[in-house]
């Protein structure tokens, strides 16, 4: 591995870029995403910075049930991230589909499309719980990328 190899893999887990992606949520769960990012609760701390574009994402936080018509928009963003990434689902709605998961367009939690490394509970969730979520999510950063790192010296050795 390239020494500008190393400095990637560990500025991956210093400062991961987040993406978060709305999958017909009520919103409330998305104005505790944004309080997380106020100076009140500033989860910009850890490094994070909050991005539009997955392509430079490393974590998808995604809120809200998923039905027919945002599942392939979900998939495609998740796709379009580089590995590794981690799913955080936020939410009951994005858990399980919530209160909505008996209606006639809700597959379901997030998990029904793509795969979620860390659950946050709560309808909606506090921007702790949310903070919370995102810090496991960032272990589970560091795992994956060690595991990628022993993965290429194999390949190399």
Known sequence: MSIFNKILQKS????PWLLHYDCSSCNGCDIEILACLTPIYDIERFGIINTGNPKHADILLVTGGVNN???????NLY???????VVVSVGSCGNTGGIFKDAY???G???KVIP??????????????I?????QALEILAQKTAKNQTVEKEDVG
């Open 116 to 129: 979620v490394d860390v659950y946050v509970p709560g309808c909606p969730p506090k921007p702790e719980a």
């Open 69 to 75: 018509r945002n599942k392939h928009v979900l998939k």
């Open 12 to 15: 991956k887990i210093k400062s």
């Open 105 to 107: 367009n809700i597959i």
């Open 109 to 111: 939690g997030i998990d």
């Open 131 to 135: 903070i919370d979520g995102v810090v």
């Open 79 to 85: 796709n379009q991230m580089p590995n590794p990434k």
